[in-house]
């Protein structure tokens, strides 16, 4: 079975950037979204950002201008730049992708594990 795995989280000072990867354990057929979320202690997980088929993408408002999705689709892998971090950014990012395994398999929901991002005052 094909697995995500998020990569690059950490520590860093608040204004610092962080860059966290995305990459399939193996190939997808097709994928419609791939999306990245986070969830802050004490909160829900929430949507980040998420680039879709066509190249189009969408961000939550708290971070449009500091962070920026892309994705290497040779490579089945999506991307996070974050600039100008704060520590309300503080939470566990997971990615996710809505994908299809085979051309005789519907589309399904593959979550990462997810990577700890941690901005200090």
């Known amino acids: 079975q094909v697995r995500v795995v998020e990569s690059g989280g950490g520590l860093v000072q608040a204004g610092g950037s962080l860059r966290l990867s995305c990459a399939a354990s193996g190939t997808f057929f097709s994928i419609s979204t791939m999306g990245w979320y986070r969830q802050r202690p004490g909160k829900q997980r929430e949507l980040v950002a998420y680039i879709i088929r066509s190249g189009s993408t969408g961000y939550v408002e708290s971070v449009k201008g500091r962070f920026t999705i892309s994705r290497d689709s040779a490579k089945d892998t999506v991307y996070l730049q974050m600039n100008s971090l704060k520590p309300e950014d503080t939470a566990v990012y997971y990615c996710?992708?809505?994908?299809?395994?085979?051309?005789?398999?519907?589309?399904?929901?593959?979550w990462g594990q997810g990577t700890q991002v941690t901005v200090s005052s």
């Open positions: 996710k992708y809505t994908a299809a395994p085979s051309p005789s398999t519907s589309y399904n929901e593959y």
